[in-house]
C-alpha cells in the first residue's frame, strides 16, 4: 500500500511538472553608471570675458568619471556639479526568451543630482534632484545619463539628460536618435525632446573659417615640446566668444605669471590650497576667443621663451600646400596652416547683470 500511494505522488508531480508554462530567465548585460564632477572654486574676470572653474579628484576613483567640461558650465553664471550613481541593463530577448528585434534598455538610478553653483561667487545655489523628475512623471525614463549637460535654450539655462524612447518611437524609426529632457535650471519646469531638433531649432547655422587652436597647440607645438599631458587647448567652445583651455597637472601651471593672476586674483590661493593638501584637480579655463596663440601661451607657460621652436614643424597634412614647412615663431602658424571651416558655437552665455 506505502509503495501504491509513493507511486501515485510521483506521478501528481510529474502531472504538476508537465502543466507548470516554462520560464526561462533572461540574461542582461549589467554597466554600473557613476560620474562625480567634484566642483571645487570659480571665478570669473572683472571683464566678464573669461573664467575658470576647479575639479577636485577628492577621491573619486576612475579617472574618467570626474572633471568637467565647458558643458558642465554656463558662463557666466553657473557651474553643475553632477553626482550620479545607478545601472544600465540591456537585453535583445523578451522574459520568455524570444528575440525582440531590440535592444531593451533600462536604466536603474540610485541617486542623480546636479548642484548649481554660482561662477562668481563659488555659493552653491541649490540641487536639482533629477532621480526625483523620472520618478515622479510616468512618461518619462532615464536612458543611460552618464551626466547632465548644460546649455543655453530660448535665452535661459538649462541642463539636458538622456530619456528613454518608447517602443512606438523605434517602430517609427527613431532608435537611433537621442531623446532627452531639458530642465530649466531656474524654476525646475521641463520638457522632453529630441535633442538633434532642439539644437536645430537655436542653430545659428553659421560657419567660420579660422586656423584651428588645437592643430597649432596640441597637434604641433607642445606635443613636440613634450607637454602635450599637461595643458589641451580645445579647438573651439560650444560658447559664443570663449576658447577653452584644459589643465590637467595643476602643479605646473605657472607659479609667479603676472598675467594669468593678473586675470583671476583668487586663483593662485585655490591652487595653493589645493596643492598643499596633495588633492589632484583639473582646471578648466574659458577665455575670450579673441586671445592671440603668443597671448595664450605667456599665461599657461612660466617663461614663454622656455617653448623651443627647434624641430617645430607643420606637416603637410595641416600645411596650406601641402609641404611641410618650419616654424621659427607664433606668426608662421597662421602663415603656413591652412584654414578649417568649422561651425560657430552652439550656446550663448547668460548675462550678468550684478
Not at 553626482?83 to 535592444?103: I, K, S
Not at 573651439?236 to 605669471?257: A, C, H, L, M, Q
Not at 603676472?258 to 589632484?280: A, H, M, V
Amino acid at each position: 500500500m506505502r509503495k501504491i500511494k509513493i507511486f501515485i505522488c510521483i506521478l501528481l508531480c510529474l502531472c504538476l511538472l508537465g502543466c507548470t508554462k516554462k520560464t526561462y530567465k533572461v540574461e542582461r548585460g549589467e554597466y554600473d553608471l557613476t560620474y562625480k564632477t567634484g566642483y571645487y572654486a570659480s571665478e570669473i574676470n572683472e571683464d566678464k570675458d573669461a573664467l575658470y572653474v576647479i575639479y577636485s579628484h577628492k577621491g573619486i576613483g576612475d579617472d574618467t568619471k570626474w572633471g568637467g567640461e565647458d558643458d558642465d558650465i554656463i558662463p557666466n553664471r553657473y557651474a553643475t556639479d553632477n553626482d550620479l550613481q545607478g545601472r544600465y541593463l540591456d537585453t535583445f530577448w523578451d522574459e520568455n526568451g524570444n528575440p525582440l528585434g531590440f535592444n531593451l534598455k533600462t536604466t536603474e538610478l540610485d541617486k542623480f543630482n546636479v548642484d548649481i553653483y554660482d561662477i562668481k561667487t563659488g555659493k552653491k545655489l541649490k540641487t536639482i534632484d533629477v532621480k526625483s523628475i523620472f520618478d515622479n512623471d510616468d512618461n518619462i525614463k532615464p536612458d543611460k545619463p552618464y551626466k547632465a549637460i548644460a546649455l543655453e535654450y530660448d535665452g535661459k539655462p538649462y541642463i539636458m539628460v538622456w530619456s528613454e524612447k518608447t517602443s512606438k518611437d523605434i517602430e517609427n524609426g527613431y532608435e537611433d536618435r537621442l531623446k532627452s529632457v531639458f530642465i530649466n535650471i531656474e524654476d525646475e519646469t521641463y520638457f522632453e525632446d529630441w535633442a538633434k531638433d532642439v539644437s536645430e531649432r537655436r542653430s545659428k547655422g553659421e560657419r567660420i573659417t579660422a586656423v584651428d587652436k588645437w592643430d597649432i597647440f596640441n597637434e604641433i607645438l607642445l606635443k613636440q615640446n613634450s607637454l602635450y599631458s599637461y595643458i589641451t587647448v580645445s579647438s573651439s567652445s560650444v560658447w559664443e566668444g570663449f576658447t577653452d583651455v584644459y589643465v590637467y597637472d595643476i602643479d605646473r601651471i605657472p607659479k609667479d605669471n603676472k598675467k594669468l593672476y593678473g586675470l583671476f586674483p583668487k586663483l593662485k590661493e585655490n591652487l595653493d590650497k589645493l596643492i598643499s593638501e596633495g588633492e589632484r584637480a583639473k582646471v578648466t579655463f574659458m577665455l575670450s576667443d579673441s586671445i592671440s596663440d603668443k597671448e595664450l601661451a605667456d599665461m599657461f607657460f612660466e617663461n614663454v621663451e622656455d617653448i623651443s621652436f627647434d624641430g617645430v614643424i607643420v606637416d603637410g597634412r595641416h600645411s596650406v600646400d601641402g609641404l611641410p614647412h618650419k616654424i621659427n615663431n607664433f606668426d608662421d602658424f597662421k602663415k603656413y596652416m591652412e584654414p578649417e571651416e568649422m561651425e560657430r558655437s552652439r550656446y550663448n552665455p547668460i548675462p550678468d547683470n550684478r
